[in-house]
């Protein structure tokens, strides 16, 4: 049973990383939007802070269910890993949305402020 809990918690630990640089991209685009066509609705303020909460519900599950992934890594996926050479494509890719997540959320704070709070 609890290796049924680890692959859902595994999924959902992907699952939350797609939804978090999806909504990045999608603040982005919307932000760069709203300063070019100097848009001004009363739904973007609101908009902008559905999405961002939508950024950090999907941040806490990458940190749990990363945790709970990193701690039971060795037992149900370091060997097929290494023996694939996957580590250092982990390293890569970890190294990778890390910088994508820096970047987008830099946009959301960016964005919060001039459109979230009005």
Request: net charge positive.
């Given at each position: ?61 990458i ?44 946009y ?11």
């Amino acid at each position: 049973m609890f290796n049924i809990f680890l692959m859902i918690s595994n999924y959902f630990h992907d699952l939350s990383v797609a939804v978090l640089a999806t909504n990045l991209l999608l603040i982005f685009y919307l932000g760069r939007m709203v300063d070019k066509e100097k848009l001004s609705f009363p739904l973007i303020p609101r908009l902008f802070q559905k999405l961002s909460k939508i950024t950090y519900f999907a941040l806490i599950y990458i940190v749990v269910g990363g945790a709970i992934r990193a701690y039971y890594y060795t037992d149900f996926e370091w060997n097929p890993a290494v023996e694939k050479g996957q580590v250092a494509a982990l390293i890569v890719k970890h190294i990778l949305l890390v910088s994508i997540t820096a970047v987008g959320l830099f946009y959301q704070i960016r964005y919060m402020k001039k459109y979230g709070n009005k």
